[in-house]
């Protein structure tokens, strides 16, 4: 199986689906990544954006992904960039790795840029276009300070109905998490080892294991 991970931040995608990447690496599936943004001068020195880039490396031969690509788009911008080059982005990604599954990040986050690239992905994730991307489902995951700190507002609530047991990764999504020296947070912040480990446990209580991580099913095609 092809599975596609698309992150907005390149620690979207430990602290949403980390252990669901190692499970499907572990069932032998191939997991290509996506990153969309990066971050930039003069909003970061170039010894922070070297570092967050190594930051990155060393977390896709962690995890064992089999590509890397990155967009490039300067990150906390994307509300001002044009939406048809966004769409152009993910929908190369989307060609060239042919994946069966794709996790997306949530479209009520507060983080403007998760929306964009929401909404950016559903355009190029239309049921009449996934056959032909060979796209069968399209889940979102959640991710620690941005989901959860969603304004109460219906249309933006993260409402899983789908669950992945994580229980024998969760460690190794901690240590993984951990490699991003420059987004990884202490305790008790959301970034931190103990919520990581506290959000598992909760999402694992809810169907009976010890650690999951949860989705939103938002389409399936068959």
Same mark, same amino acid.
């Given at each position: 199986?092809?599975?596609?991970?698309?992150?907005?931040?390149?620690?979207?995608e430990?602290?949403?689906?980390g /252990?669901?990447i190692?499970r499907?690496?572990?069932?032998?599936d191939?997991?290509?990544?996506?990153?969309v943004?990066? #971050?930039h %001068?003069?909003?970061?020195g170039?010894?922070?954006? %070297?570092?967050?880039?190594a930051e990155?490396?060393?977390?896709?031969a962690?995890?064992?992904m089999?590509?890397?690509?990155?967009? /490039?788009?300067?990150?906390? +911008?994307?509300?001002?960039?044009?939406?048809?080059?966004?769409?152009?982005g993910?929908?190369?990604?989307? %060609?060239?790795?042919? @994946?069966e599954?794709? $996790?997306?990040?949530?479209g009520?986050?507060?983080h403007?840029?998760?929306f964009?690239?929401f909404?950016a992905?559903?355009?190029?994730?239309? @049921?009449?276009?996934?056959?032909k991307h /060979?796209?069968?489902?399209?889940?979102? $995951? +959640?991710?620690?300070? !941005?989901t +959860?700190?969603?304004? @109460?507002?219906m249309?933006?609530?993260?409402?899983?109905?789908v669950?992945? %047991?994580?229980?024998? $990764?969760?460690?190794?999504?901690?240590?993984?998490?951990?490699? $991003?020296? !420059? +987004?990884?947070h202490?305790?008790?912040?959301?970034?931190? !080892?103990?919520?990581?480990?506290?959000?598992?446990?909760?999402?694992g209580?809810?169907?009976a294991?010890?650690?999951?991580e #949860?989705?939103?099913?938002?389409?399936?095609?068959?």
């Amino acid at each position: 199986m092809n599975v596609l991970i698309i992150s907005v931040h390149p620690d979207d995608e430990t602290l949403g689906c980390g /252990g669901t990447i190692l499970r499907h690496v572990a069932e032998g599936d191939s997991v290509d990544w996506l990153v969309v943004t990066a #971050a930039h %001068e003069p909003r970061w020195g170039r010894e922070v954006i %070297e570092q967050k880039a190594a930051e990155v490396r060393a977390v896709a031969a962690a995890y064992g992904m089999r590509q890397v690509t990155k967009l /490039g788009f300067r990150t906390t +911008e994307l509300d001002v960039q044009p939406q048809n080059t966004l769409i152009d982005g993910i929908r190369s990604a989307v %060609e060239a790795t042919r @994946p069966e599954v794709v $996790y997306l990040v949530h479209g009520g986050d507060i983080h403007t840029d998760h929306f964009a690239v929401f909404t950016a992905a559903m355009s190029v994730l239309k @049921p009449f276009y996934m056959k032909k991307h /060979g796209v069968q489902r399209v889940l979102c $995951y +959640e991710t620690l300070s !941005s989901t +959860e700190a969603a304004p @109460p507002l219906m249309h933006r609530v993260f409402v899983p109905n789908v669950y992945r %047991e994580i229980t024998g $990764y969760l460690e190794r999504k901690v240590a993984i998490m951990g490699l $991003y020296a !420059s +987004e990884v947070h202490e305790d008790p912040l959301p970034r931190g !080892s103990a919520a990581i480990r506290a959000l598992a446990r909760y999402r694992g209580a809810t169907i009976a294991v010890d650690a999951a991580e #949860a989705f939103v099913l938002v389409r399936e095609v068959t």
